[in-house]
């Protein structure tokens, strides 16, 4: 029969190997939840820069159709002034004559405007046909009797001068008490656009 000692000892070491095999368990338990987390952060990393790179390839996409259609409208504004044979350099005095022609025949009661240096529509834009796009900006301000003065002096411009009329902006308010004008019920603020065209030399 074995010894109450002996059986100590061996009842110790398998505690021992029980012991170490636990710890093992653990460690690799340990390693193996590292191991996951670590892969886990990457994954949620590579997630993060496609969704980053996709958002930023939609976003190319969104200004290539975007431009795209910026040159289709210049497009369109080209063969229009083409079609109504505007396509003359910018005639700055007759355009002065042809206003002060409409206010006379609207019977308007003032107008008042200033025409900037003519630029280039869009310095980007390459020539079309043999063309290049210029822009002369229109500040103009009128008291009004009521809107169709605005709106047939509008009318009367596209109709008479050689340049295509863009209208960039207007504004109608209700006019304060003016002593020059008292009949006047509204006031016009507009931003106008006189496109022209010249052949590339």
């Known amino acids: 029969m074995n010894s109450p000692d002996r ?20 460690l690799v338990a ?17 997630h993060k820069q496609a969704l980053a790179r996709q958002a930023e390839t939609r976003a190319k996409l969104a200004r290539v159709h975007d431009d795209e259609r910026k040159i289709r409208a210049k497009i369109n ?4 002034l083409v079609r109504q044979g505007r396509t003359v350099p910018e005639k700055r005095l007759e355009w002065v004559e042809t206003l002060r022609q409409i206010k006379e025949s609207r019977r308007l009661l003032d107008l008042n405007y200033e025409i900037s240096p003519q630029r280039l529509l869009d310095e980007k834009m390459p020539t079309t046909g043999g063309y290049i796009f210029h822009v002369s900006p229109m500040k103009l301000d ?17 109709a008479q001068v050689q340049a295509l009329v863009s209208i960039k902006s207007c504004k109608i308010e209700r006019s304060m008490t003016d002593p020059q004008h008292p009949t006047a019920t509204l006031k016009a603020h507009c931003e106008i656009d006189w496109i022209t065209l010249e052949e590339k030399p």
Not at 7 to 26: D, E, G
Not at 77 to 80: G, L, S, V
Not at 142 to 158: A, M, Q, T, W, Y
């Open 7 to 26: 059986r100590s000892v061996i009842n110790l070491a398998a505690l021992r190997w029980s012991l170490a095999l636990l710890a093992l368990a653990l």
């Open 30 to 46: 340990a390693t193996v939840l590292a191991a996951a987390d670590h892969f886990g952060r990457q994954a949620a990393s590579a």
């Open 77 to 80: 504004t080209y063969q229009e």
């Open 142 to 158: 009128l008291p009004l009797l009521h809107e169709n003065d605005l709106l047939g002096l509008i009318k009367d411009l596209s």
